[in-house]
């Protein structure tokens, strides 16, 4: 496969981060459900053999136990969703008169867990999508493409982000190996005989990966002169300040008049910060990935599937979050399930990577 084939790793991080910020819009199941397959479709297509790629399942499988959690949170600590359909009534713990609002037991009603059910699906998407960008994008690619003031906190990221698919790579290797031998993988006994194995692997690439680090100079600053550093500090500090207050205003009533141009500013301030402080960590980029139109195409879609739910929940607030009391069937709306499928352009403008 040519290199031109390669998308840059932070297109697909921006699409599924807009993904995420989509399912934040609405508690619809269907269009949740809809987000979910959209990303894991594209998931499916593109994901290669590498290590990272294996993530995907074990955040889906986290996504799937948040779900569990929230509906029995909902069973056990009730809700302050009013209901008249009550499914069960448990045995019901008095609490001291300082724990008021708060219940062990009692009646659990039909309103209540569909509003945790939403609610923990919404969550669960956004798990999910997050998975989805590091199934797709390679994280060595991804440091090389972060700014040289950015370098050192990129560096610590990815080694984070690379450690769980590592260790799931381990677990699934050594639990194969057991099953050759005919030893138990599964269950207590198996778990912690496969423990010791797994820990002393992330040892030796945790001893493997500083000595690479220090052979390629990592942590080596150069000398910038005082007035630099000074107005570095003062630009990073001042723009996200500035990002913080305008912000604020955007989401305050009051502020409507001046957010957008203090979060322009400091967005600006900020960017140039970390392009003076790039110059304390010299480096060159050996064969940098270019952002080219399909790295604009994967992001704007992703961004457009935000944009237009975050339209939809303004302007049909019922459609995108169905009510609970009373408690009625969810419905899909077509232009906003539209929107969602914008999503899948990725699966046709992309060409898959090589394993």
């Known amino acids: 496969m040519p290199r031109r084939a390669a998308l840059h790793p932070g297109a697909w991080w921006l699409w599924s981060l807009a993904l995420g910020t989509a399912a934040t819009r609405t508690t619809n199941p269907l269009l949740l459900a809809l987000l979910i397959a959209t990303a894991g479709y594209v998931v499916a297509t593109h994901r290669t053999t590498a290590p990272w ?12 136990a948040v779900l569990l959690i929230r509906l029995v949170f909902a069973i056990a600590l009730g809700s302050p969703i009013p209901g008249t359909h009550v499914l069960v009534t448990l045995p019901e713990v008095p609490l001291p008169h300082w724990a008021q609002g708060i219940r062990l037991g009692g009646k659990v009603t039909a309103e209540s867990l569909v509003f945790a059910f939403y609610d923990g699906l919404r969550l669960a998407t956004l798990l999910v999508c997050v998975g989805a960008a590091n199934a797709l994008a390679n994280p060595a690619r991804l440091l090389k ?3 040289g003031a950015l370098y050192e906190m990129g560096v610590a990221v990815v080694v984070a982000l690379t450690f769980a698919p590592n260790l799931i790579a381990d677990v699934q290797r050594l639990r194969a190996a057991r099953r050759l031998r005919g030893r138990p993988d599964s269950g207590i006994r198996g778990l912690l005989q496969v423990g010791l194995p797994v820990l002393e692997g992330a040892l030796e690439r945790s001893v493997a990966l500083a000595a690479a680090m220090d052979a390629r100079g990592y ?3 150069a000398e910038v002169p005082a007035p630099v550093r000074r107005t570095t500090t003062a630009l990073t500090l001042g723009g996200l300040l500035g990002v913080c207050a305008g912000t604020y205003g ?7 008049t001046y957010g957008l141009p203090v979060l322009l500013a400091g967005v600006v301030a900020a960017l140039a910060g970390l392009r003076l402080g790039g110059r304390r960590s010299p480096r060159t980029r050996y064969r940098p990935d270019p952002w080219d139109a399909r790295a604009w195409l994967v992001a704007a ?26 408690l009625t069937a969810p419905t899909l709306p077509l232009w906003p399930a539209a929107a969602v499928l914008l999503a899948l352009l990725p699966a046709f403008v992309v060409p898959r990577e090589p394993s």
Do not use: I, M, N
């Not at 939809?312 to 169905?322: I, K, N, Y």
């Open 301 to 326: 879609s992703g961004a457009a599937v935000a944009a237009l739910l975050a339209l939809a929940s303004a302007r049909d607030p019922s459609a995108l979050h169905p009510g609970v009391v009373p």
């Open 53 to 64: 790629s294996r993530s995907y399942t074990a955040f889906a499988k986290l996504a799937f």
């Open 145 to 147: 493409s972060l700014p």
């Open 219 to 221: 942590g080596r600053t």
């Open 250 to 256: 955007l989401l305050t009533a009051e502020g409507g």
